[in-house]
C-alpha cells in the first residue's frame, strides 16, 4: 500500500502479505550510469535516455558483473513520476549471460530531483517511491529458476547511478 506523508513523498506502509507472497532478498544491483541524452518532450512525455555503464550484481545465489550495451529509456511525467524502462545483462561470476528488463515508477520530489542532474547527491530508499518490476532471462540452467520467478526491487539514486535492492516473490 502506498501513501503520501505530510511532504508529499509517498511511504510504503506494512501490510500482512498474502499467503505465498512473501520478499525474499535477492541481489543488488549497483548501477554505473553512462552518458545521458535528453530527446525533449514529445507525445508522452520528456523522454530521457540513459546509458548503463557498468555495475555489479551481488547477492547470495547471483553475482555478476553488467556488460554491453543497455539503457533506460525514461519518461518524466507531468504528474510527478518518471517511469523507467530498463534493459540491461550481466555475465555471473561462473560465465553464465542473464538478460534483465524492468519497468517501474520514479517519484520526482525534492531529494530526488536534484540527485537525477547533480551526481554528487545521493537519496536514500526512503527519500522516494522507487519501485520496479524486474525480469530475467537465462539459457543456462543453473540459473534457470530465474524465468520463471517474479521480482520486485525498490531503487535508490547514487553517486555513480542507481542501486536496486531486489526481491523475488
Known amino acids: ?30 548501477i554505473d550510469l553512462g552518458e545521458g541524452w535528453f530527446i525533449g518532450t514529445g507525445g508522452f512525455g520528456n523522454r530521457v535516455v540513459g546509458a548503463v555503464g557498468g555495475g555489479t550484481v551481488t547477492g547470495p545465489r547471483l553475482n555478476g558483473t553488467l556488460i554491453g550495451p543497455g539503457a533506460d529509456w525514461a519518461l518524466l511525467g507531468g504528474d510527478g513520476y518518471g517511469r523507467v524502462d530498463v534493459r540491461m545483462q550481466f555475465r555471473t561470476h561462473d560465465g553464465a549471460l542473464v538478460y534483465v528488463q524492468y519497468v517501474g ?33 537465462c539459457g543456462d540452467e543453473r540459473y534457470g529458476w530465474v524465468n520463471t520467478t517474479v521480482f520486485v526491487a525498490r531503487g535508490r539514486l547514487t553517486r555513480s547511478g542507481v542501486c536496486y535492492e531486489v526481491y523475488r516473490v
Do not use: H, K
Open 1 to 30: 500500500m502506498r501513501r503520501r506523508s505530510a511532504g508529499g513523498t509517498a511511504r510504503l506502509t506494512a501490510v500482512d502479505a498474502p499467503a505465498g507472497i512473501i520478499p525474499t532478498y535477492e541481489c543488488t544491483f549497483d
Open 105 to 137: 515508477l520514479l517519484e520526482l520530489n525534492e531529494r530526488s530531483s536534484p540527485a537525477m542532474v547533480d551526481r554528487s547527491v545521493e537519496t536514500t530508499f526512503d527519500d522516494q517511491y522507487f519501485v520496479t518490476t524486474p525480469r530475467m532471462e
